[in-house]
Each structure stands twice: as structure tokens, then as C-alpha cells.
């Protein structure tokens, strides 16, 4: 399972931007429906951090605290592609964010994208 990040860039507290998450490989493209896929991000100085996750079968959705009702999880299943969609951005926010993936039995995510960074000016 391979995964490519992007779409991050800056932007403006307050700002919105969505970033992308796009999944490829046999063990993928098969089994699309056993994968969870996550948003994690790590801001400079800080250690990483969950941030949202999308059930692939179902689309079953959570989100850390920090992020709830100003993010929105979701997929593209003909795509095999993740969306962050971000809003009402802050400072805060700011940080390389990371897409992953793990089957659905799996503890620990076991495939990382390589991280796209989100900077939000003040």
C-alpha cells in the first residue's frame, strides 16, 4: 500500500483548505473495504498526533477534540482517495500533516504517506 499526500500549502486563520490523500497498490485496490485511514499531523517541536479517521467500508467517522466541527473526513472510493477538508483554520493547525492506513484488525496504522505541510498565518 502506497500513499500520497498533498494539497497543503498557507493560508490565513480562518482560512479553509482540504488536503488529499491518495491510496494505490494491489493489497489496496482489492481490499479497499478491510482499511482504515487516518489523519495524523506533527507540528515543529511537538510529537505526532491523531487527528481523524474514516472507516472505508461504512464511512464511519472521528475526530480528536481539537479538530471536531471545524474538519471533515471523507473518501472517494472510485478515486481511492482521502479528503481533510479544513476549516476555520488556526495557528495552531499549523503542522506537516500525515495520511495513513491500517486494516481493520490492525492496532497500530501500518502504512504512512509522506506528510504535506499546512502553515496558518496569523
Known amino acids: 500500500v502506497q500513499l500520497q499526500a498533498s494539497g497543503g500549502g498557507l493560508v490565513e486563520a480562518g482560512g479553509s483548505l482540504r488536503v488529499s490523500c491518495a491510496a494505490s497498490?494491489?493489497?489496496?485496490?482489492?481490499?479497499?473495504?478491510?482499511?482504515?485511514m487516518g489523519w495524523f499531523r506533527q507540528a515543529p517541536g511537538k510529537e505526532r498526533e491523531f487527528v481523524s479517521r474514516?472507516?472505508?467500508?461504512?464511512?464511519?467517522?472521528f475526530y480528536a477534540d481539537s479538530v471536531k466541527g471545524r474538519f471533515t473526513i471523507s473518501r472517494d472510493n472510485a478515486k481511492n482517495t482521502v479528503y481533510l477538508q479544513m476549516n476555520s483554520l488556526k495557528p495552531e493547525d499549523t503542522a506537516v500533516y500525515y495520511c495513513?492506513?491500517?486494516?481493520?484488525?490492525?492496532?497500530?496504522?501500518?502504512?504512512w504517506g509522506q506528510g504535506t505541510l499546512v502553515t496558518v498565518s496569523s
Open positions: 495513513a492506513a491500517k486494516r481493520t484488525w490492525s492496532g497500530e496504522y501500518e502504512y
Open positions: 497498490g494491489r493489497a489496496f485496490s482489492a481490499y479497499s473495504t478491510s482499511y482504515i
Open positions: 474514516i472507516v472505508w467500508s461504512g464511512g464511519s467517522t
